[in-house]
C-alpha cells in the first residue's frame, strides 16, 4: 500500500514553481562534422589494410585475375625460400639504425644552437626548415646526384685533401650511405619540435645551475635532455617509421642499387606487385611483414620509455 501511495503523490506532485524543465536533445552535428573523417578513414585506411591481409593470402595476379587461396604460404616464401627477402630487410634495417640516430643528433644540434637569441634567428630557422618541404621529389634526386657525382662538389671538396673521387651511386658500401645523409639533411621537422620543447625549459632552471657551479656540458646532460625526452621519444618513433618505409629517394636516386644494396623492403614490394611480377598476394604478405617490424619496435620504444622518459607532472 505504501508504495502505491507513493507512486500516486509522485504523480501528483507539481513543480515548484520558477522550475524550468529541459529537455535533453541528441544534437547530429556533431556526427556529421566526422562523417568526412570516418567515411575517409573507412575507405582509405581500415578496407585497403584488411583487403591486403586477404591478399596475403592468396596467390593473386592482377593481370591475369587468377585468385587461389593458399593460406600463409606467401609468408613462409619469404622467410625460408625469398633469396632477396633477407637482404632487403637487412639493408632496411642499415637504413633504419644508422639513419635514425643521425637524423636525431643532427636535429637537436641544430635546434639547440638556433634556441639562442640570434640576430636574424627567424631566417635561420626557416632556411634549415626548407629541406623538409622538398620531401623525396624528382628535383632533390637530380640534386643529390649531381652533388655526389664523380665530378661533383663532395668529391670536388675531398679532392683538396688528397682523396680520389668515390663513386658514391654505384659503390654498394657508399651507395646507402648517400641516402642515409640525404635523410639527415631533411631534418627541418624534427627540428623544430626539438627547439619547441627546447623552448619550454624554464631559464631558472640554468641560473640555478649555474650558481651551483654546473657546467654547460652537465646542464645539457642533467637539465635540457631529460626536459626534453617526452620530445625525443615522439621523433623517435616518426622517424623510424618513415625511415622504415624509404621509397622515394632510394627509387629514384639508385633504384635499389647496386645489387640490392639499397633495395629496402618497400621497393621489394613494390616490385613483386608492380614491377613484373604482378604478384600482388606476395607483395601483401610484404607488406604486413614490414607493418609487423614498424609495430613491434615502436612498442618496444613505447615499453621502454619507463626507464628513460621524464614527464612533467
Do not use: C
Not at 27 to 39: A, D, E, G, N, V
Not at 43 to 53: D, G, K
Not at 76 to 101: D, E
Not at 168 to 193: C, D, H, K, N, Y
Amino acid at each position: 500500500m505504501s508504495n502505491v501511495k507513493n507512486k500516486a503523490n509522485a504523480k501528483g506532485r507539481k513543480a515548484a514553481p520558477g522550475t524550468i524543465r529541459v529537455k535533453q536533445k541528441i544534437s547530429l552535428t556533431p556526427y556529421l562534422l566526422l562523417l568526412p573523417w570516418f567515411i575517409g578513414i573507412t575507405v582509405f585506411r581500415i578496407y585497403p589494410l584488411i583487403l591486403s591481409f586477404w591478399y596475403s593470402l592468396l596467390d593473386i595476379h592482377f593481370l591475369t585475375r587468377q585468385q587461389t587461396f593458399i593460406g600463409f604460404e606467401n609468408y613462409r616464401h619469404a622467410f625460408q625460400n625469398s633469396f632477396i627477402f633477407w637482404p632487403s630487410v637487412a639493408a632496411t634495417f642499415r637504413y633504419v639504425l644508422i639513419g635514425t640516430p643521425l637524423v636525431l643528433i643532427v636535429a637537436f644540434f641544430v635546434a639547440f644552437v638556433l634556441n639562442f637569441k640570434l640576430k636574424a634567428i627567424n631566417l635561420f630557422r626557416t632556411a634549415y626548415y626548407v629541406p623538409s618541404i622538398l620531401g623525396g621529389n624528382v628535383a632533390v634526386s637530380v640534386l643529390w646526384n649531381q652533388v655526389f657525382a664523380p665530378a661533383g662538389p663532395v668529391n670536388t671538396v675531398l679532392g683538396v685533401f688528397g682523396v680520389d673521387p668515390i663513386p658514391w651511386r654505384t659503390t654498394e658500401t657508399f651507395a646507402p650511405f648517400m641516402l642515409i645523409l640525404l635523410s639527415a639533411w631533411q631534418f627541418g621537422s624534427v627540428m623544430i619540435i626539438f627547439l619547441a620543447g627546447l623552448q619550454n625549459v624554464s631559464p631558472s632552471l640554468y641560473e640555478a645551475a649555474s650558481i651551483e657551479g654546473a657546467s654547460r656540458t652537465r646542464q645539457l646532460f642533467k637539465i635540457t635532455i631529460p626536459i626534453v625526452t617526452p620530445m625525443i621519444l615522439f621523433n623517435t618513433v616518426n622517424v623510424l617509421v618513415r625511415h622504415f618505409q624509404e621509397f622515394n629517394s632510394a627509387w629514384l636516386i639508385t633504384g635499389g642499387g647496386p645489387n640490392g644494396a639499397t633495395r629496402f623492403l618497400n621497393i621489394y614490394i613494390f616490385q613483386q606487385a608492380f614491377g613484373g611480377a604482378n604478384n600482388f598476394g606476395y607483395a601483401s604478405a610484404l607488406t604486413w611483414i614490414l607493418l609487423s617490424m614498424i609495430g613491434i619496435l615502436s612498442i618496444i620504444l613505447f615499453q621502454s620509455q619507463k626507464h628513460w622518459v621524464h614527464y612533467n607532472d
